[in-house]
Every structure is written in C-alpha cells, then in structure tokens.
C-alpha cells in the first residue's frame, strides 16, 4: 500500500516555542492531507483539510493562527504548532488519500510534549 | 450528516477466544466504511474496508466485518484473537470529499 511519513515522531518543545511537522506521502501524489489531534483513549479529531496550493479548511474551533498548515507541493504539508503551550501537547497524526482512491493511509504520528 | 458509534469503549477477551467489535453509523447516503487498527504510540493501519458488493468482508490478520444496511451497523469479528491483537480499534465512515470520520475507538484487550 501506500506510504505517508509523519516527522519528527517525538519531540519536546519549551513553552512558547513554534514546532513544525512534516507529512510526506512517499510513493504518491496527495492533493489533499489531513491532519488529526488525539488525545489519551480517545478518537481522532479532525483539525484541517490541508490543500496543495491553496489555503487549508480549518475545522470549527481550530485556530487557524495557532496551527499553521502548508501544503507547498503534491507530496508535503506541514503542521507547524506557534507558540506552544502544555495544553498542546498531544498526539498529532496526519493522513492522505491517493488520487482515485477511497482510502486514506496514516503516518506514524507524532507525540508533542511542551513543557 | 455521517457519524459512527463504537458502543464498547473497552472489551476484555482471553487468548483464541472470539470477538466482535460493534460498530453503528448513520448516513442518508450510500457510504464507505473502515475499520483500523492502531498500536501504541504509532498511526492508523487499515484492517478492511466495505465500498460495495459482497456484505461480508475479509481484512489482514484475520478480521472479517459485515456490513448490515437494515441495522446500519458494520461490526468486527475476529474467530479466535492473538496477545498480539491487543489494541484500539477504530471504525470509520467516509464523508464528503472523502474525508474519514471516526468512532471514538474500542480498546481489544487480550488476556493470555
């Protein structure tokens, strides 16, 4: 199947700092990513509809200043967390569906902790 | 408006028992339903799938689901679990745009 690649998997910023993260479809063309918040024991939540070459659809109640999303090329989007503080800290997963097809493939994720 | 419904937030099972995990949806339209499976600390993997045809379908590591129009549930089955099937489990629809929205998730919990 297809392959979508989610960087870095862990990382631990300092309170107010801006991490960005990557999701790379490896083997395919994604003109539309998604990225999804999971918190401990529960599902995920959609937070955008990003967007290759135009602006993401951000979900309501998601600030769109606070999660920047660039979708500059057909196999990159990029998440960036400004400012973060600890109630960002989460479990953050993105996800692509080919062109064509009906299923979506998941990067690995990856665990922010802002202390 | 499409939503999924995992009644059982956590099901316990001992090792080759059976299990089925439940799944309900509600849609006025034609949908594409999924299950996946995640461990620990990592991304979703697809399990199985239904877009149309045969009601009952086959996914990897033995997982089969069948999808029931009149009880508009698309439950997983699996006829005897491994320590290894430990994990969340999650059903989900398509929406438009082939956006996927996801039940809140069981946990399968395999006791040897």
């Known amino acids: ?115 | 408006a499409q939503s999924v419904t995992q009644l059982d937030s956590q099901v316990p099972v001992f090792e080759e028992a059976p299990v089925e995990l439940r799944c309900n949806y509600s849609s006025s339209v034609s949908v594409y339903l999924f299950w996946y499976v995640q461990y620990p600390n990592q991304g979703l993997q697809l399990l199985l799938k239904y877009l149309s045809g045969s009601t009952l379908v086959k996914g990897i590591n033995g997982f089969e689901a069948e999808f029931n129009k009149s009880q508009t549930s698309f439950h997983l089955r699996k006829p005897s679990v491994h320590i290894s099937d430990t994990a969340e489990y999650f059903c989900a629809v398509l929406r438009g745009s082939y956006i996927p929205t996801f039940g809140r998730g069981t946990s399968l919990i395999v006791h040897p």
Not at chain 1, 38 to 61: D, H, R, V
Not at chain 1, 75 to 92: G, N
Request: hydrophobic share 35%; aromatic share 10%.
């Open chain 1, 1 to 115: 199947g297809a392959v979508v690649s989610q960087h870095p998997s862990r990382v631990i910023c300092k309170s107010g700092t801006s991490v960005k993260i990557e999701c790379r479809s490896l083997d395919f063309q994604a003109t539309t990513m998604f990225w999804y918040r999971q918190f401990p024991k529960q599902s995920l939540m959609l937070m955008a509809t990003s967007n290759e070459g135009s602006k993401a659809t951000y979900e309501q109640g998601v600030e769109k200043d606070k999660f920047l999303i660039n979708h500059a090329s057909l196999t990159l989007s990029t998440l960036t967390v400004t400012s973060a503080h600890p109630e960002d800290s989460s479990f953050y997963i993105c996800s692509a569906i080919p062109q064509g097809s009906t299923e979506a493939f998941f990067g690995q994720g990856t665990r922010l902790t802002v202390v």
